[in-house]
């Protein structure tokens, strides 16, 4: 596996960009976004998508690590869009994901040479999730709220509403032994609170990054799952204190607090090296 496949586990922020505007590729990447995604699907209107597919292709080509979401399984640009994919060994986000079987179909064509990022936007795949999360090949898996809601008939920005979907794909991801999830995305583009709130609520849940649909909510995404200051300050207290020591600060510690400081570590670790 590669540094930028390695990445894709570490990753806090995620910047989609259209795939049939090439010129914005570069300002995306200028964003500081951990992962920037080439998205063929919603973003591209239909008489676009092949345009779309050789504009990655044509990026890709130029040496470039991205992530390519996909057009889903039985679309008529699902297969051109899987080979072109395949053949530059890129990760690969599966939009509407939600049958193992079809993943793992995915997994064995690609043979390895792409790591597959399901986005769970459907019922089915909330309620199969520990089944997708667990299938070989998925390096991560991210939230699409806004299809979900439209789905169930909530609004895509009501926490409480979601609070479920939400908590099943961190609980599935840890089940299967798989980094924690990306949360879905905020599109109140210019709304910084709402930004916020969305960051504070996906992180008290268990998810480790966001999905940004504008270079602006890059910033506010990377520091807001980074662990902050007075967690790392813990963490080491912890850590330096011994695994012997039951107490620090008057709060006992056993093994479950020790393997949560060394995680929060291990995350600002990963900050730094994400690519």
């Not at 500081?32 to 779309?52: Q, T, Y």
């Not at 051109?80 to 509407?96: F, I, N, Q, Y």
């Not at 998925?138 to 609004?155: E, I, K, P, S, T």
């Amino acid at each position: 596996m590669t540094g930028f496949h390695r990445g894709v586990t570490s990753a806090r922020s995620w910047l989609f960009v259209p795939g049939h505007r090439p010129d914005r590729f570069p300002k995306a990447v200028a964003s500081g976004a951990d992962l920037v995604i080439i998205d063929l699907e919603d973003a591209v209107a239909d008489e676009d998508k092949a345009r779309a597919r050789a504009s990655a292709a044509d990026w890709l080509a130029q040496g470039n690590d991205t992530v390519v979401r996909i057009n889903p399984p039985g679309t008529p640009w699902f297969e051109s869009d899987l080979m072109e994919a395949a053949r530059h060994g890129c990760p690969v986000m599966v939009p509407k994901a939600e049958d193992p079987a079809v993943l793992a179909d995915i997994a064995a064509r690609v043979a390895g040479r792409c790591a597959l990022v399901p986005l769970i936007e459907t019922a089915g795949g909330v309620e199969r999730a520990r089944e997708v999360c667990a299938t070989a090949g998925v390096a991560r898996v991210a939230f699409g709220n806004v299809d979900l809601a439209g789905q169930l008939g909530v609004a895509w920005d009501d926490h409480a509403a979601l609070a479920y979907a939400r908590s099943r794909l961190v609980l599935a991801c840890a089940a299967a032994g798989i980094r924690s999830p990306v949360d879905g995305v905020t599109t109140a583009v210019k709304d910084g609170g709402a930004l916020q709130e969305d960051i504070a609520h996906a992180r008290r849940l268990g998810f480790t990054g966001k999905l940004c649909i504008h270079p602006g909510q890059v910033e506010a995404v990377s520091r807001g799952f980074a662990p902050s200051r007075e967690e790392l300050e813990w963490a080491r207290g912890v850590l330096t204190a011994g695994d012997s020591v039951t107490t620090v600060d008057g709060r006992m510690v056993d093994k479950p607090v020790l393997e949560r400081a060394r995680h929060l570590l291990e995350r600002a670790h990963d900050s730094h090296g994400a690519p």
